[in-house]
Antibody, heavy 121, light 106 residues
Framework: EVQLQQSGAELVKPGASVKLSCKTSGYTFSNYYMSWLKQMPGQNIEWIGNIYGGNGGTGYNQKFKGKATLTVDKSSSTAYMDLSSLTSEDSAVYFC??????????????WGPGTMVTVSS | EIVLTQSPTTMAASPGEKVTLTCRASSSVSYMHWYQQRSGASPKLWIYETSKLASGVPNRFSGSGSGTSYSLTINSMETEDAATYYCQQGSSYPYTFGAGTKLELK
């Protein structure tokens, strides 16, 4: 059974950084991309970027370049996302989700439960 | 960036009623994918590649469309179908979602 387990809620101060984790099980981590997505309260879902579990190759939404940095640890089948220079606009729930595709058209077949990040002084 | 516009924003349906949600893309896409999200939960893949039902999705759901116009249909509304549905395109970077249709039970 595919499972994505995300780290717990974070309360961080403006200007600080935070590192979120997504530990996976039930599939071969190195064979898939992992995406990170942002959802502000009551709002739309935004795709931040993705990372390949095999070699750490990344792709980013231009909007989040400089804000988010994606990494992986193959030995523990875990994906990470660093968020830097946090402001109130970064307060949101962040999901990791496994990418899948057919004919190179991509969708997200398994999702983590999300991590709530609150930026407040 | 491909913008996805969903309509309606909110709707209410009675049990047994047929429901159709639409999603229009600002440029042509190869497929459309749909997710169901209940309050406080993570989204679930619901329909992928326009018309394929994800595992466990009841067959009263169906998807169709091509190019810039896609739809999700519920043949006969049930209580458990009340949720927000998002469309998503994975044809080109950045992957984008529609703003969602909140489907309520009347």
């Amino acid at each position: 059974e595919v499972q994505l387990q995300q780290s717990g809620a974070e309360l961080v101060k403006p200007g600080a950084s935070v590192k979120l984790s997504c530990k996976t099980s039930g599939y071969t981590f190195s064979n898939y991309y992992m995406s990170w997505l942002k959802q502000m309260p009551g709002q739309n879902i935004e795709w931040i970027g993705n990372i390949y579990g095999g070699n750490g190759g990344t792709g980013y939404n231009q909007k989040f370049k400089g804000k988010a940095t994606l990494t992986v640890d193959k030995s523990s089948s875990t994906a990470y996302m660093d968020l830097s220079s946090l402001t109130s606009e970064d307060s949101a729930v962040y999901f990791c989700a496994r990418d899948d595709n057919n004919h190179l058209d991509w969708y997200f077949d398994f999702w983590g439960p999300g991590t709530m990040v609150t930026v407040s002084s | 960036e491909i913008v996805l516009t969903q309509s309606p924003t909110t709707m209410a349906a009675s049990p047994g009623e047929k429901v159709t949600l639409t999603c229009r893309a600002s440029s042509s896409v190869s497929y459309m994918h749909w997710y169901q999200q209940r309050s406080g939960a993570s989204p679930k893949l619901w329909i992928y590649e326009t018309s394929k039902l994800a595992s466990g999705v009841p067959n009263r759901f169906s998807g169709s469309g091509s190019g810039t116009s896609y739809s999700l249909t519920i043949n006969s509304m049930e209580t458990e179908d009340a949720a927000t549905y998002y469309c998503q395109q994975g044809s080109s970077y950045p992957y984008t979602f529609g703003a969602g249709t909140k489907l309520e039970l009347k």
